[in-house]
């Protein structure tokens, strides 16, 4: 299955009974292991969880640590970048050029990486003791 199959498939999953907006996301750890999660919103709004966070908690449960590429997934006119929140995650468990795909249900497709999503990123060297 490739990273955009079980993206899409996943989102077909999401729970959003308030915003209608349905996103999946599908992590490949450098294994090959595939991990995918929706988003999915609770009635406390900022309670909600992003696809992206969803399938960073899938990959950590099954013991693995590192994402080698991403693909995230929404019915919109153009592809739908992470939340602020999400690209802190990525750079996380993702290298800097680590691939990041953005794409629409209809098929356009914007390939980025994790450092031009957060460029700056605040890193593990930033919490080093001097």
Do not use: W
């Amino acid at each position: 299955m490739t990273l955009r199959d079980a993206a899409a498939a996943v989102r077909e999953n999401a729970y959003v009974p308030y915003s209608g907006f349905k996103v999946g996301a599908a992590l490949r750890t450098p294994g090959g292991a595939v991990f995918s999660g929706c988003n999915v919103e609770n009635v406390a709004y900022p309670e909600g969880t992003c696809a992206e966070a969803g399938a960073i908690a899938a990959m950590i449960a099954a013991g693995e640590t590192v994402i080698a590429e991403a693909y995230v997934i929404a019915d919109s006119p153009d592809p739908v970048p992470p939340c602020g929140g999400c690209r802190q995650k990525l750079a996380e468990f993702a290298a800097p050029d680590a691939v990041v795909t953005l794409a629409t249900t209809d098929g356009v497709e914007k390939v980025t990486s994790v450092a031009e999503l957060l460029p700056g990123a605040f890193g593990k060297g930033h919490m080093d003791a001097v």
